[in-house]
């Protein structure tokens, strides 16, 4: 039997519940790998399953680069990614890679295809032609092609939006938040402040993906795409955060001091609060007098607080207290 595949005892394939590893690549800065993951993996996370989010890939490159992030997703914690194989792969960029001699396919499939599981999935934007999967369909991987940037361009009039259209059709894939209650809660939760019109348009673009989805289920004689996402029970929501969140929390909770203070050491805005953020940029772009008293004071409360005499003492006194 095909490596990848699991099945019953008479021979049929077996539709994997809740235990999967998502791969999604995209051209740097223009195909929105980040913000897809990042819907992915917070809805996920709130329907009870457990996340294990990697940025790989991610290249000090202004634009153009390709990025890749894989993710696990699983009833019980996972603690690595395990093999390199991917059950299902989601090629955002639309169109072929400059630097590849063979131009058949985007460079997410050139890439990552090798990876893909027999029997896994490949989710592609098909918005410049379909690609030759035939090497992949032979290994049983079922591709759907999805004119993503197409639809949000020409139909829905927002290119922006292209990148919920996977996100809807994944969903669909998975037969995951059927009634949508997830998704919509996280998009009124972004865009609510925006304007409904806003999250409506999300929801259509999500609902297109759905569609095209069906349309190749039909098309093929599929009942599923093997794999399957349920909800589960929490008794207390959970959190999605990156590591660099989570050592910020750790070292407060241990006891270190935070060292940004507005209008001290820093001048801090609000998560998410564009409006805030770029006005704070501009007072430091235009007071020069405001940008040299924060990088004064900046340092001298690191050098003041945190000196090796200091640290020093601290790290004693913590060898020495009581257990």
Request: hydrophobic share 40%; with cysteine; net charge neutral.
């Amino acid at each position: 039997m095909a490596r990848g595949l699991c099945y019953h005892k008479d021979g049929s394939v077996r539709v994997i519940t809740n235990n999967l590893k998502l791969l999604v690549g995209g051209v740097q800065l223009r195909d929105g790998v980040l913000t897809v993951t990042d819907v992915l993996g917070r809805i996920f996370t709130r329907a009870g399953l457990y996340v294990l989010e990697m940025e790989r890939g991610y290249a000090s490159t202004i634009y153009g680069a390709h990025q890749y992030d894989p993710m696990v997703i699983s009833a019980q914690q996972p603690l690595s990614w395990g093999d390199p194989y991917v059950d299902i792969l989601i090629a955002l960029d639309f169109d072929s890679n400059p630097d590849a001699k063979d131009q058949s396919n985007r460079d997410t499939v050139l890439r990552h295809g090798r990876d893909l599981k027999d029997g896994g999935v490949l989710l592609y934007d098909s918005s410049t032609g379909e690609i030759p999967t035939g090497d992949l369909e032979r290994r049983g991987v079922k591709v759907f092609p999805i004119p993503a940037r197409n639809i949000a361009r020409d139909e829905l009039k927002k290119d922006v939006v292209k990148n919920i259209i996977p996100v809807g059709a994944l969903f669909r894939l998975l037969e995951f938040d059927a009634d949508v209650s997830l998704l919509r809660g996280l998009l009124e939760e972004r865009f609510l402040r925006k304007g409904r019109e806003i999250v409506d348009l999300n929801l259509r673009a999500a609902a297109r993906g759905v569609e095209v989805v069906e349309g190749v289920l039909a098309a093929r004689g599929w009942t599923d795409a093997g794999y399957r996402l349920d909800a589960l029970p929490v008794d207390d929501p959970r959190l999605l955060i990156a590591g660099n969140e989570a050592l910020a929390m750790g070292a407060i909770a241990g006891g270190c001091r935070y060292y940004a203070i507005d209008g001290r050491t820093a001048v801090v805005a609000p998560r998410r609060d564009v409006d805030a953020l770029a006005w704070g940029l501009s007072r430091l772009v235009e007071d020069r007098a405001l940008r040299e008293r924060i990088a004064r004071q900046g340092q001298e409360f690191v050098t003041s607080q945190f000196d090796w005499e200091r640290a020093t003492t601290r790290f004693e006194a913590l060898l020495q207290a009581p257990r």
